[in-house]
Nanobody, 116 residues
Framework: QVQLVESGGGLVQPGGSLRLSCAAS????????MSWVRQAPGKGLEWVSD????????YYADSVKGRFTISGDNAKDTVYLQMNSLKPEDTGLYYC?????????WGQGTQVTVSS
């Protein structure tokens, strides 16, 4: 059974940093495509970043490019999202997402609030 558990969110001032973690279980964590997706208050889901473990490629939304970095640690079955130079518009609930070819899996989300 696939499970995704996010952590690392919190309250941070503009310009600050946070590192989100997504601990995965229930599938072989050596070949995967995983994503971070966020939802701002009162808005829809917004794709943030992808990582493809097969070739190490990463992708970012224009709104976070140059500020966020996605990475994976196969030894810990965990995907990370390092977020720097945070802005108030980065506020939202951040989810990790995985699809096994048949089913979408989501974590419970971790809240990020950027405010002074």
């Amino acid at each position: 059974q696939v499970q995704l558990v996010e952590s690392g969110g919190g309250l941070v001032q503009p310009g600050g940093s946070l590192r989100l973690s997504c601990a995965a279980s229930g599938f072989t964590f050596t070949s995967y495509l995983m994503s971070w997706v966020r939802q701002a208050p009162g808005k829809g889901l917004e794709w943030v970043s992808d990582i493809n473990s097969g070739d190490g490629s990463t992708y970012y939304a224009d709104s976070v490019k140059g500020r966020f970095t996605i990475s994976g640690d196969n030894a810990k079955d965990t995907v990370y999202l390092q977020m720097n130079s945070l802005k108030p518009e980065d506020t939202g609930l951040y989810y990790c997402w995985y699809n096994d070819g048949y089913v979408d899996y989501w974590g419970q989300g971790t809240q990020v609030t950027v405010s002074s």
